[in-house]
């Protein structure tokens, strides 16, 4: 990706999906996130062809790195949205609708 791409994009699909901003136009702060993902993918690329072989390779400890840490940020924006009450709809209010009893 490049930056005249990848900044308006995850503007959008943080508001989209997530009912937040990261401000990747405005501010510098959380510009270090598309680098993430892309070298997250550039581990896990090599790894489709063999399914079996990504799991292993995320428990060692250097070689999964990159994939590990993309990961635990995705995980740590959901647990974010799952606990914050948005006043819009968005994507993830959809799904949790869908995904939470009661």
């Known amino acids: 990706m ?4 990848d900044r308006p994009a995850f503007d959008v699909m943080g508001d989209l999906g997530l009912g937040k901003e990261f401000h990747m136009m405005t501010s510098e ?6 680098t993430l993902l892309e070298t997250s993918m550039s581990q896990v690329g090599p ?3 063999v399914p079996w ?4 390779l995320h428990k060692m400890p250097r070689a999964g790195h990159h994939s590990r840490a993309w990961l635990d940020f995705v995980g740590s924006q959901v647990r974010e949205r799952v606990d914050k009450q948005v006043d819009r709809s968005d994507v993830s209010a959809s799904s949790l609708r869908v995904c939470t009893p009661g």
């Open 29 to 34: 702060k959380n510009r270090w996130i598309p």
């Open 2 to 5: 490049t930056n005249a791409t």
């Open 47 to 49: 790894t489709t062809p």
């Open 53 to 56: 072989l990504g799991p292993i």
